[in-house]
């Protein structure tokens, strides 16, 4: 009882100093990047932060993402990063403004990596296990690796499987932006006129088709890209069986995401392959991403993609839904992203096993304790990913603010065994080209 009036007291502590004293930055990480970088999450550490927090770059507000008391995250776009400068950076509040910190913007390469333990890594598996791999690490706007092994070059196209998820939520969450969707209406109210809605599938929302808790059960036209389209295809889904009452479980597949495609095209009149470039494609550059010409394109896993354009979409979500100085996505959709949907719902299927215990929105939440469990060093996580059944394997670290894509054509679990072993190569790396320090030792999460 004595320990938790304790935390107690220590919590309200840190809730009227931050309110009542002026916010210090202590560092900011990075303290320098290249000219040239894409938008990037900045890392400001210091104390006294509020809630209502506000960091200024230059006298230009931009977006600030709370964490704790003693750190927020800012989202730097690449305008501010075009010239060799320096940059202003201060935290302002109602209780005051704080110290400035420089971001300085150099011309010349930052960092200084050591990848020869990765490569060796890398190449032992390499025929062993896989023909062939690709991997692009990014990090503060740049690529910080990017190699090819065996059958593959760095440009290598593969059929990434269910790694489709995360790309495609990500882009119909952008209908909620624009007002057009709700994840929690009826999808009746969206499909009527498009398909026929049976009574019993008339509750399901969006919410819970890209969080696999609709209960549709598969369906054969999911395979079927030559002699249907996406609307017959919905009518068949819809027509089935349900596996359990909406909302009531989790059972992993494509057909609910499927339907979700179908409420896209009902919304917009577009077919989902001119949706998807308009909204993403187009915004991020991306040239090698695609569903194929099909007019049955399978959302959830018939994507084909490159390391490249991949990591694009990924640095998007990381920077706070923004690539370059184009917004794509919502600070409020980036949180939702990560919110875990899955909770405690009995699960009926699911890949994920005791590893990857929470999901939403396209993305796999890595269990801490597992975390934990892994050969240092480690991190604490958040981590999310969306790996392919073929064994494409992105994640995000958001404790130390990279992405990765592993791009392969295997299995599943070959790309889990190559990404586990990688995993502490990578961040022994970030770590001796830390430029902050106070190495974080808490994640990286929002703040209730």
């Not at 309110?19 to 303290?31: E, G, T």
């Not at 896209?264 to 569903?291: C, D, H, M």
């Not at 604490?380 to 064994?391: I, K, R, V, Y």
Request: aromatic share 8%; proline share 5%.
């Amino acid at each position: 009882m004595s320990s938790i009036i304790l935390i107690i007291l220590i919590t309200l502590v840190h809730f009227f100093t931050a309110h009542a004293q002026n916010p210090k930055i202590y560092s900011i990480n990075p303290s320098t990047i290249e000219v040239g970088a894409t938008a990037f999450p900045l890392v400001i550490e210091g104390s006294n932060f509020a809630k209502s927090a506000q960091v200024r770059i230059n006298g230009v507000d931009v977006e600030t993402y709370f964490l704790s008391w003693n750190r927020i995250k800012a989202t730097v776009t690449s305008d501010l990063l075009s010239n060799p400068s320096t940059l202003q950076v201060q935290v302002i509040q109602r209780s005051g403004r704080s110290n400035i910190k420089n971001l300085t913007v150099v011309s010349a390469p930052v960092g200084s990596y050591d990848w020869s333990a990765l490569n060796a890594k890398l190449m032992s598996f390499v025929p062993s296990l896989v023909s062939g791999l690709t991997l692009q690490i990014t990090r503060n706007g740049r690529t910080i690796y990017l190699r090819a092994f065996g059958d593959q070059t760095v440009d290598s196209v593969l059929p990434i499987a269910s790694s489709t998820k995360m790309p495609s939520a990500l882009a119909i969450l952008t209908l909620v932006d624009e007002g057009r969707l709700n994840l929690d209406t009826p999808i009746s109210q969206y499909l009527n006129g498009y398909v026929n809605v049976p009574p019993d599938k008339a509750s399901i929302t969006v919410r819970m088709l890209l969080n696999h808790t609709s209960g549709l059960q598969q369906s054969d036209c999911l395979n079927d890209q030559t002699s249907i389209t996406l609307r017959e295809c919905v009518q068949r889904i819809l027509n089935s069986p349900l596996q359990f009452t909406p909302g009531s479980r989790f059972s992993y597949g494509g057909a609910s995401f499927q339907v979700a495609g179908g409420v896209v095209e009902a919304i917009t009149g577009q077919s989902w392959n001119e949706f998807f470039n308009r909204k993403i494609a187009i915004p991020l550059g991306l040239t090698r991403f695609t569903y194929t010409n099909t007019q049955n394109p399978r959302i959830a896993g018939g994507a084909y993609s490159d390391v490249g354009d991949y990591s694009k979409i990924m640095q998007a979500y990381l920077a706070g839904g923004v690539y370059g100085s184009t917004r794509v996505l919502s600070r409020q959709m980036y949180y939702e992203m990560q919110n875990d949907q899955k909770r405690d719902l009995p699960v009926v299927n699911s890949p994920g096993g005791e590893v990857l215990t929470g999901y939403s929105f396209g993305w796999w939440h890595t269990s801490l304790t597992y975390l934990q469990s892994q050969p240092r060093p480690q991190t604490p996580g958040p981590e999310l990913s969306d790996q392919g059944a073929f064994g494409c394997t992105p994640w995000i670290d958001l404790h130390y603010n990279y992405t990765a894509i592993l791009l392969i054509r295997d299995r599943t679990s070959s790309g889990t065994r190559i990404w586990e072993a990688i995993r502490p190569l990578i961040i022994e790396q970030i770590l001796a080209n830390s430029q902050s320090s106070n190495i974080h030792t808490k994640p990286l999460v929002k703040s209730d």
